[in-house]
């Protein structure tokens, strides 16, 4: 069993849609806790981050972590074409290294 | 500055022959780290410097893959005799703490035929 379970999709849904994403982990250790936007060819840049449980909001994008569910998800509003991409969660410990473990990423297309 | 370079941006090779692949860090970083990206699957970690020491390597870099940081500045991952199951994309990323500015190259993607 990975430690980070993520569903691959393809997830398609019309533009203005309200979009969730999620993935489960198994290691109570994880702490830290990000989501990454990977486009076709490119590496991954970083969307959110939030350190254990609660809400952070940046814009259209929302993070949510649920340490207790070891869930955690991020909800994307009135979602745009420019939205298409994989998405990947990651986290990682309190340790001092930066070593991250990925979910295996969500394929989104968004439709106009 | 305009983030993490990695160099080639593709390599074709055939089967058993060695491979370099070159990261230019964030100037400021001290932190870099290797990852291996499959088809259809997330980044797994490989290892991590800080400035030129390896502190950590994942099981799956085998004896073939060898990294080395010289004067803690750019980074170079080499693979020996390749194989097919080799083929993948590269990624280097680099920060100036265990979280802060963690910032990925676009990586390297090498097809072994």
């Known amino acids: 069993q990975k430690e980070v379970e993520q569903d691959p999709g393809p997830l398609s849904v019309p533009e203005g849609a309200i979009v969730s994403l999620n993935c489960t982990y198994s290691?109570?250790?994880?702490?830290?806790f990000m989501w990454y936007r990977q486009y076709s060819r490119k590496g991954p840049e970083l969307l959110m981050y939030t350190y254990s449980s609660g809400n952070k909001e940046d814009g259209r994008f929302t993070a949510q972590v649920d340490k207790s569910s070891k869930y955690i998800s991020l909800f994307i509003r009135d979602s745009q074409p420019s939205d298409s991409a994989t998405y990947l969660c990651?986290?990682?410990?309190?340790?001092?290294?930066?070593?991250?473990?990925f979910g295996q990423g969500t394929t989104l297309q968004v439709k106009p | 500055d305009t983030g993490v370079s990695q160099d080639p941006r593709h390599k074709i090779t055939k089967r058993g022959q060695n491979v370099t692949f070159r990261c230019d860090p964030i100037s400021e970083h001290n932190r870099l780290y290797w990852y291996r990206q499959t088809l259809g699957q997330g980044p797994e970690f490989l290892t991590y410097?800080?400035?030129?020491?390896?502190?950590?390597k994942s099981r799956l870099l085998s004896d073939r893959f060898s990294a080395e940081r010289p004067k803690g500045s750019f980074s170079t991952l080499e693979i020996q005799r390749t194989e097919q199951g080799d083929s993948a994309m590269y990624l280097c990323?680099?920060?100036?703490?265990?979280?802060?500015?963690?910032?990925f190259g676009s990586g390297t993607r090498l097809t072994v035929v």
């Open positions: 290691n109570s250790a994880f702490q830290y």
């Open positions: 990651a986290m990682t410990g309190s340790g001092n290294t930066g070593k991250l473990i």
């Open positions: 990323a680099s920060s100036s703490g265990p979280l802060y500015g963690y910032t």
């Open positions: 410097f800080q400035n030129e020491a390896q502190l950590e």
